[in-house]
Each structure stands twice: as C-alpha cells, then as structure tokens.
C-alpha cells in the first residue's frame, strides 16, 4: 500500500518544490492543501502517513493545525514537519512544544526532507 | 531532479506576490492619512514578502532573496508595533518593491545587481519604537493556556495591541459539519469584521459532536456582548467576554486612590463621557417616536381647524391672530421634530454596499468569472427600513449582471474588453428620491430577441412595432427571460418581476437601459424615506386620496372638453405630447354615484422619462403631511394603493402608489 503524505502550505512554488522532493524519492501518494482548511477536510478522509505544515498561513496557522492533529485520538501519531523560514523561531519552539516531530527551515535541499521521510515512515 | 514545475510556478507566484505588494502599501499609504491601517493588511504586506524570501531562496536566487528578507524583517516589526508607518517607511516599501519587481523580471533575475544600497536603507527604517518589555497584559484575560500556546508571535502582538487599545475581547464558540465548514465559517467571520479585528481561529475536535468541528474565535472589539450578540445572525454560538474587566477596573482605581483620592472617581466619569458618543436603538422605538410625530402632525392638523372657524367666527383679531401665530410657530418646530427624527432612521448605503461586496465576489467565484465592483455614493443616506427591503433586489440585479450580463473572460478579450468585468455602482440623491444605478460592461440585451421572444410567449403581436421601452418593460413581466438556458446562479424562473415586486413594497421603481455589446443600467428610484411624507389630497366622485408630494411632476386645470379619447382611451394634450388620463373609482372598480358632468376637472400627472400620466380629480383638497400606515390583510396586496393615512378628526385616505399608474401609462 503506498503511503499518503499531506502538504500544507499557502505557497504553490513551495508545494511543487515539496511535492516533487516526495515524488522524486519514491512511490508516495502527495496530497497538497492550500490552506488549513482544506488540510482541515481531507484529515477525516484520507489516511496520512506524514504531515508537512507551513506555520503562516492565512486561514488557521501551522500551530493550530499541528495543535488539532496532536489532540486528536485518530491523528495524533502521524508524524509532523513543521517547514519554517528564518527569523520566526519563537512560532517554530511553539511548534515543536505542540508536539510536532521535525522542523525544516528554508532554503532547504531536497535531501534534508528526503532524509526525514526516510527516518519516519521508510 | 525535476524541478521544472516548480520553477514555471515560481515566475507566476513571484508576480502575483508583487502586484499585492503595491497593492497593499498603497492601500496603507491612504488609509494611514486619516486613520489606522488595518493590521490585516500590513499582515498580508508582510505575508508576501515572507512568501517571497521563501520561494526565491529555495531557487538560489541570492539578491531577491536577501531584499525580501529585509523587506520582511522591517515588515515584522512593522506588524508587531514596533517600528511606526512614516513616509520615509511608505517610501522605502516602494523602493524595495521597485527592485524586487525589476529583478523578477529581467531574465537574469538581477543577478549583478547593486541591492546594497536598497538594503541599508531597509535596515535603517527599522529603528523605530524600542522594543517593549515583557508585560503582564495577558494576566487580565480568562483564556485557556491551549489557546495561547498557538499564537503566532504575531497573533500575539496583535492580541495585546487589543488589550492596549481597551477594546472587548470575547471567544466565540461554534460547530459546524466537517463537510461545509468553511463556506459556514467565512460566513460568520466576514460577519464579525463589522464588528472588529479576528485575533486567530482555533479548531478542535475533541469537544465536537461527530461528523462536526468546533472552532475557537478571538475576537478583539469596541463593541460591547449585548451588540455583539444582537448583530451576529448566527445560530448556535457561544460567546464568552474573555476580558476579566471589573478586576482590571479595580486595581487602576486602587492605584489610582493611592495618588490622590479624589482623582480615581473623576477619571472614571471623563472616560465615560468618552465612550458615550453613539448610541444603538432598537428600530421599533424610533417607529414608536415616528408614530407619536405622526399623531401630533394630526393635532396640529385639528388645531389649524378649529383656528380657522374661530377667525371665521370673530375675524381675524386678538385671539385668532394670537392663536395663528402660535400655530404657525409650532409647525416650524414640528418640522424640525419630524426632519430629525427621519434622520436618525437615515444609515449610508455603505452598510448595503459592503454586504453586496461580499455576495458578488462569492457569486463571481462560483460562476469562475472575474469581476470589480465599483462604487460611488456609498456615503448616501437612506432610511433604515428601505436599505433593509433593499438588500434582496439590489442582489438579485448584481446576481444578474454577473450571470448574464458579464461575458466569459474569453469572449470579453475577443470583444476588445479588459477580461475582468465591471459593475459600477452609483447612488445619489435627486430631490426627495434616492437613485441608485447598477451598471455592467457586458453584453447589454439583444432588443431583437426580447422582442421575438415575447412574440413567442404570445405577449405581442407578429406585426407589432414595440419601441424600445415598451421592450424594456417586458423584461419585467413575470417568467420572462432571453436567456434560454437556466443557470443555476439567477435561473429557476425567478426574473426581474420579483425585483419589481419587492422594490413596490418601498414605493421604488426601476428602469433599465441597455447597449447591446456594451453595457446593461438599471436604475432604481427610491423614496428617502417612506415614514412621513408630503401628500396631496384629491377628490374624485366624492371619495378622497392622498399622492405623495414627491412624486407628483405638476398638477394643471383643464377642461372638460379637453378629454379626447383615442382608441378607446381617455387622453389629454399635455404641450408637445399626449398622456393617458385614469379616474381613480374605475381603476379601483368603486361603485360611486354617477358624478354631474362637470366644466373642469384638475389633473395630477406623475412619471418620468417616457412614461406619463395623468390622475382625474374632480377638485383639489389641499397640501398635508401624511403618516403611511400599512393596509390590513384584506386589502394588502392591492395594485395602486401603498397604505392608508389619517388625515385628522378621524378621516382615513388611502395612499395612492404612483409606479402603478405609471405602468398603466404603457400598456395603454
């Protein structure tokens, strides 16, 4: 069974680049949501093998949403990157307290979340 | 690795990010000049250029990447308050949005480019305000440490931005479907922006029912729970004053007690008078007051009588005149009492307009058109009431513009036209009415399929030479649309006679005008205000009615011998042309006694553009104010009649609804 990985952010640039770093690595089920919102909808009716999360976004924030899925019986153990950028650390510390598993910050090689993919669901 | 996809999506995303970036500093420089920009905007200013720096440092794209990065540094300080909005600050945003657009598009991304310059000046704009030191303003607030523990920094800035400026701070509880959630979500905050600033939204499921989710709102607002309560049309929420205020109140007046006694009390009273500068009341009080003016309108009414039969009793001297004078007198101030009183019903048509707003863009969405609104007037002032009954024809005529008027933006581009459509809407004021025009830069009507397909709907005759109004009003007869393909946006049947329909419960009425291939107006004339108006009173074969003032064109003598009658219509010459001419008891289908033939008859003639005519009334009773009360359930509903009004010492007339005879105008 091939595993499904969600992307959230608001950026499309930044969800080609993510999206074509999960595909180019191997035989994954990319989903991508524009805003909290829709990641929000498709929770209940895909089964996620990872999150990948934006913090800035414009309807509900990275925080909120890592917030939600963490509190959540049927979520909470998928695994969470948090993609963050320069100079918002203190939203990225809030992230990680919140309980998500990995952070990555911009710019940032394909490699690195490659790397992370592999370390969590193989 | 193929990045290819990425890299066509970054040019198109890089432009996009810049064109809301001028957008947006430009939408702070006016705003900034007479008040506070939203912090919304400045927020979204400096989302893009986060988004930016993101994107193009991904790509390598060195000197973009460090100008966005500056720009987005000077813009977080800007968002957290920490750096104020100067002109040197508006400039350098322009000056930095200038390099970032030059670099983006000269095909070599600006590599070689002197960004040091743009750079320092960007680092120099940041000093500003120090930075504050950390503060104890959330100690006042009962909110769960969960809430807090997901605010952005910048939520949080703004979170105490609220704390500082006094303002009301409520969390807002609400489920939804997981299903519909958002469309229901958008719904109530686009509502709750009336109201204030929307400090971060919370989902959870854990206390939701199933299949649902349950959203937290911060809500940071002037408005106090009750207003809030009583304008958020919403069922099923919960809102909670977060904003522990008597704890707060009571430690600033025990700080205060400590300096000097005395002072803690009057710096209480001064802050109130301060926030006592408007006042919300129910509408139904200000009918109550209107209907009190109304029956003190008819004492004065009476009074002028019994005036009069004194004068005819002892002549006018001594205590007639005394009394005339004193009458004369309270007619003035009655009139001041009635022209405030009006006036406080009066709200602008922005209210209207924002709504409008709204709805249009959602409907241009679902329809995957692009259209702009444009408004002009906004500040014009109607009564309450008629902005209410407004609401429905005023979005079902853009609903209508959107869905048939606009043109697809590839068919736009074919016609010359830009491909974003265009609806400008204008209102002002014209003596005692309210004209409001809604106009399109589509594809206007097609007279000739109007015309063959009211023939089709056997509504004219194969030979019949309509003119161009008589086609216009066909658009109004119920059931009738061009458009053979019912759309799911304005389709179903439901056509401009509704419009009319609803637009004659405020005594309006529309008119539109076209240009096929350029543009579709209507017009809609409205009453300023339906609570009291100026009326005259006529007689016809003994029964009496008043027409408002407002409405009448001019009101002549003639003749009994200048009634002619044309094909089988009773007409008068009126200068260059002639105007159908109704009776008023055959109209309403009276049984009066048969009138003597009379010498001279007086004649109202109401109207307006093409369409006159002329009222029959056998004499002229004089010039009065009248209070519309509304027909009982019986008559409800008659065509030609807008309500009943006492005229004093008991005498009730009905109230003649002019756009009625008007239409009777045409058909004849």
């Known amino acids: 069974m091939s595993k499904n990985i969600l992307i959230v952010e608001d950026s499309p640039t930044m969800r080609a680049f993510i999206s074509s770093a999960i595909e180019s690595y191997g035989s994954y089920e990319v989903y991508e949501s524009a805003t909290g919102f829709e990641a929000l909808k498709l929770l209940p009716q895909v089964d996620f093998n990872m999150i990948v999360t934006d913090i800035n976004m414009p309807d509900i924030n990275g925080l909120e949403l890592i917030s939600f899925v963490r509190k959540n019986q049927q979520y909470k153990d998928i695994p969470l990157i948090i993609i963050s950028t320069e100079g918002t650390e203190m939203d990225r510390q809030k992230g990680m307290a919140l309980g998500a598993n990995e952070y990555l910050v911009k710019p940032f090689k394909p490699e690195e979340l490659q790397g992370i993919l592999k370390r969590y669901i193989g | ?668």
């Open chain 2, 1 to 668: 690795m193929e990045q290819n996809k990425a890299a066509k999506e970054f040019v198109a995303e890089s432009e996009e990010l810049i064109d809301k970036i001028f957008k947006d500093i430009n939408e702070i420089d006016s705003v900034r000049k007479t008040g506070k920009p939203n912090p919304d905007t400045i927020n979204e200013l400096f989302r893009s250029a986060h988004s930016l720096k993101g994107i193009s440092s991904m790509f390598g794209y060195k000197e973009i990447t460090e100008t966005s990065h500056k720009m987005e540094d000077l813009l977080d300080k800007v968002r957290l308050s920490k750096v104020a909005i100067t002109d040197q600050l508006i400039k350098t945003l322009y000056a930095a949005g200038d390099m970032l657009r030059t670099m983006i598009s000269s095909d070599t991304f600006g590599k070689g480019m002197d960004v040091e310059p743009l750079l320092k000046q960007l680092k120099d704009a940041e000093i500003g305000k120090q930075a504050e030191q950390k503060d104890t303003l959330f100690d006042g607030l009962t909110l769960n440490k969960d809430i807090l523990s997901v605010l952005t920094e910048y939520e949080e800035s703004r979170l105490r931005e609220n704390i500082k400026d006094q303002n009301n701070l409520f969390k807002i509880d609400v489920s939804f479907s997981l299903l519909s959630f958002d469309k229901e979500l958008a719904d109530l905050t686009a509502q709750m922006k009336n109201f204030g600033e929307i400090i971060t939204t919370l989902p959870s499921t854990t206390e939701a029912k199933e299949g649902e989710i349950k959203f937290d709102i911060l809500l940071g607002t002037k408005v106090r729970e009750e207003q809030l309560t009583a304008g958020i049309d919403f069922k099923n929420i919960k809102i909670q004053n977060i904003r522990k205020q008597t704890v707060v109140a009571a430690e600033e007046k025990k700080s205060a007690d400590v300096n000097n006694g005395a002072r803690g009390v009057l710096d209480e009273t001064t802050s109130i008078k301060g926030i006592a500068q408007t006042v919300r009341v129910d509408i139904s009080k200000l009918d109550y007051i209107m209907n009190i003016v109304g029956e003190l309108v008819l004492s004065k009414t009476n009074l002028m009588k019994i005036a009069e039969s004194i004068r005819q009793e002892i002549g006018f001297k001594g205590i007639a005149v005394e009394l005339n004078k004193t009458i004369k007198d309270m007619e003035r101030k009655m009139r001041d009492l009635q022209t405030g009183v009006i006036e406080i019903r009066m709200i602008p048509l922005s209210q209207l307009f924002d709504k409008l707003t709204r709805t249009a863009t959602r409907i241009a969405k679902d329809l995957g058109k692009e259209i702009e609104l444009e408004f002009y007037g906004a500040d014009t002032e109607l009564d309450k009431l008629i902005i209410e009954e407004l609401t429905d024809p005023m979005m079902h005529i853009i609903r209508n513009s959107i869905d048939h008027g606009i043109e697809p933006a590839d068919e736009r581009i074919i016609a010359g036209k830009p491909s974003k459509g265009k609806i400008t809407i204008r209102a002002y004021q014209k003596g005692n009415h309210v004209l409001i025009e809604v106009e399109d830069d589509g594809r206007g009507v097609s007279l000739s399929s109007v015309q063959r397909k009211a023939v089709e709907k056997g509504l004219l005759s194969n030979t019949a030479k309509p003119t161009r109004e008589e086609l216009f009003n066909l658009l109004f007869l119920p059931g009738f649309s061009t458009k053979s393909d019912v759309s799911e946006v304005s389709g179903r049947g439901v056509g401009l006679d509704v419009v009319k329909t609803n637009l004659r419960v405020i005594s309006g009425m529309i008119d539109v005008d076209t240009q096929e291939g350029k543009w579709t107006r209507f017009t809609l004339t409205l009453p300023v205000t339906l609570a009291i108006i100026q009326a005259l009173l006529i007689e016809s074969e003994g029964k009496r009615y008043a027409v408002p003032l407002n409405s009448i064109n001019e009101s002549l003598s003639i003749g009994a011998d200048e009634i002619r009658i044309i094909e089988n219509k009773e007409v008068i010459k009126l200068r260059e042309s002639v105007i159908p001419v109704i009776r008023l008891p055959r109209f309403f289908n009276f049984h009066t006694e048969k009138p003597e033939k009379a010498d001279n008859y007086y004649i109202v003639v109401v109207g307006s553009g093409e369409r006159w005519i002329g009222i029959l009334a056998d004499r002229f009773v004089g010039q009065q104010d009248v209070v519309i009360k509304p027909l009982g359930k019986l008559l409800k509903g008659t065509r030609g009649i807008s309500g009943a009004a006492d005229i004093g010492s008991g005498e009730i007339v009905l109230v003649l609804d002019v756009s009625v005879f008007i239409e009777e105008a045409v058909k004849v």
